[in-house]
């Protein structure tokens, strides 16, 4: 979570390209915006830079949220898609599934515009450089429930291995589920074993063709 952007920062955001998310501003105001997670520099020439997925969500109006009197700045913040490793219960309400279907077809269109052919079927530089959070949002917007202390339901996170992440669930046929909607979402997946507890986990990585 990232602290909400300045009313500066903010114009930026809402002069943005409605379809293609394309930035317009300032080096410094751009670098604060990758800087906050809101925007990313396309790694082809001429290098321009584009909304990312929250990005799109900010745009939207529905990416905010207000910080609280006394709470420390950097904490206040923009959509993050559930890991299943928050500390606090997850909200499985009309407005959080509003807030994750926006995130999903904004990242859609950052898969777009970003890959090479256009496609939209697997995933793109972003979501190599955010796997956990990528995985977590393909898992949350197909209606898989994330893991919280009250309640059990998929985990992503990171792994030692380059552009993989380690999915736990619950159970065999909600570890399969995962690794349906994964599949659909354009990643590679395979099922294993933990050797010291037995559990078995997923192992998803973005596909690149």
């Keep these: 979570m990232t602290r909400p952007p300045t009313a500066a920062q903010r ?11 394309r930035l317009k501003g300032t080096p410094a105001q751009l ?4 800087r906050q997670g809101l925007a990313f520099r396309h790694p082809r020439p001429p290098h321009d830079h584009f909304l990312t997925p929250e990005g799109h969500r900010v745009r939207q ?12 700045p950097g904490t206040g913040g923009v959509f993050a898609a559930r890991t299943g490793d928050e500390p606090s219960p997850a909200d499985p309400g009309p407005a959080r599934r509003r807030e994750v279907h926006s995130a999903w077809q904004g990242l859609l269109e950052l898969r777009r515009m970003t890959n090479t052919d256009g496609a939209t079927d697997r995933p793109c ?21 994330p893991a919280d202390p009250r309640a059990d339901g998929y985990r992503v996170r990171e792994t030692p291995q380059p552009e993989a992440v380690a999915v736990h669930a619950g159970d065999g046929t909600a ?35």
């Design 11 to 21: 114009r930026v955001v809402d002069a943005a390209d409605p379809v293609t998310g």
């Design 125 to 145: 530089g972003w979501e190599r450089t955010h796997l956990v959070q990528a995985a977590a949002l393909a898992l949350e917007a197909d209606g898989h429930r």
């Design 31 to 34: 670098a604060a915006l990758v």
């Design 175 to 209: 570890l399969r589920a995962c690794a349906a909607t994964l599949e659909r979402a354009g990643w590679q997946v395979g099922e294993h074993t933990d050797p010291r507890t037995r559990a078995r986990y997923l192992l998803a990585s973005p596909r690149r063709t």
């Design 61 to 72: 109006g529905i990416g905010l949220r207000p910080e609280p009197a006394g709470q420390d």
